[in-house]
């Protein structure tokens, strides 16, 4: 099965940058889409950013104009920039890696948590 973990998280204070990093593992073909989700206490998950192995990218609202998303598609490799971080973006943030034709699968990364605070 196809195995995800993520790293980068940490403190920053507002302002600040961080760089997500997520390594999909145990894969045979393509991964269609990778993606990074996020949840905070008490509140839903919700979409960051998704980028098919065509490179169609997709942003959540908060993310828009402060964070960017890459992939290297031959090291099944994705990567989440951001920028100008807010205490609002305080969350474990969780990696997502799909494969929607012949051989199917969605697996989650156990997640990393990312704080910001002064």
């Known amino acids: 099965q196809v195995h995800v973990v993520e790293s980068g998280g940490g403190l920053v204070q507002p302002g600040g940058s961080l760089r997500l990093s997520c390594a999909a593992s145990?894969?045979?073909?393509?991964?269609?889409?990778m993606g990074w989700y996020r949840q905070a206490p008490g509140k839903q998950r919700e979409l960051v950013a998704t980028?098919?192995?065509?490179?169609?990218?997709a942003y959540g609202d908060p993310a828009k104009g402060r964070f960017t998303i890459g992939r290297d598609n031959a090291k099944n490799t994705a990567y989440l920039q951001m920028n100008s971080l807010k205490s609002e973006d305080t969350a474990v943030y969780y990696c997502?890696?799909?494969?929607?034709?012949?051989?199917?699968?969605?697996?989650w990364g156990q997640g990393t948590q990312v704080t910001v605070s002064s």
């Open positions: 145990g894969v045979i073909v393509s991964i269609n889409a």
């Open positions: 980028i098919t192995s065509g490179g169609s990218i």
């Open positions: 997502n890696a799909r494969g929607y034709g012949s051989v199917r699968f969605d697996s």
